[in-house]
């Protein structure tokens, strides 16, 4: 009998020096998978607000001073700021919208940040006429941070990969001075001889082929 309860002793020891390293890896990894399931539904309730086409929803997932500009390098500082920005839109040319995401990508830059992606695509938009828009997809930047156990939006930029498209790819680069300069083809009449700076060369190849109206529409997402 005392020879029984000795080697239950024994094994219940070697049990726990065995898993005493084991709930820290557990919290681990549960850790990780948690922020990463938030950081999904975060992404959830940004798509969902917009289409409910709900500016106090959509700017909710937004930080207080979080920062936002749209494909156009437009934007505003601040929760409050974002939901004004949107609301407008959301009335006129992306009232029927609707966006969907096909791919999230999560870096962990520490614990508490991390830097996300997310491809998106949109049907349903219209220009400032009302006449349906071609349907889109881009990519969406996100800096989120994790402040007092919930993540955040403190940073987002928005990209359209619909803008460029490859009847486009006649812009070249090219060297003038010391700076880079873009060159749209010389096919194009409304550039032709033109040589755009960087920031404004995503702009030109954007609106040329554009119907002249296009240059009222109201500033996009």
């Known amino acids: 009998m005392r020879n029984a309860v000795f080697t239950w002793k024994l094994l219940l020891t070697g049990l726990t020096i065995a898993f005493a ?11 990780g998978e948690t922020d990463q ?3 999904v539904a975060v992404v959830d309730r940004f798509v969902d607000g917009w289409n ?5 929803a959509f700017a909710a997932v937004f930080g207080e001073d979080a920062d936002f500009s749209n494909i156009r390098g437009e934007g505003a500082s601040g929760r409050s700021k974002i939901e004004e920005f949107h609301a407008p839109m959301f009335a006129t040319i992306f ?3 609707h966006q969907s995401y096909t791919a999230i990508t ?3 830059i520490r614990p508490d940040v991390a830097a996300v992606d ?7 938009a219209t220009d400032a006429q009302g006449n349906p828009r071609p349907d889109r997809q881009g990519l969406l930047n996100f800096v989120m941070a994790k402040n007092t156990g919930e993540w955040q939006i403190v940073v987002m930029h928005n990209l359209d990969l619909t803008a460029l498209s490859p009847s486009n ?3 070249r680069q090219r060297r003038t001075h010391d700076r880079n300069h873009y060159c749209p083809s010389p ?3 409304s550039t032709a001889g033109i040589c755009l700076p960087p920031h404004r060369a995503a702009q030109a190849s954007f609106t040329e082929g554009l119907p002249p109206e296009a240059g009222s529409l109201p500033i996009e997402v």
């Open 118 to 124: 997310v491809r998106w695509e949109m049907t349903g």
């Open 37 to 39: 399931q938030a950081i």
């Open 21 to 31: 390293g084991l709930p820290l890896t557990v919290r681990g990894q549960t850790k």
């Open 106 to 108: 999560t870096r962990f």
């Open 95 to 97: 009232k029927n919208s």
């Open 169 to 171: 790819s006649g812009i």
């Open 187 to 189: 096919s194009k009449p």
């Open 52 to 56: 409910r086409h709900d500016a106090k």
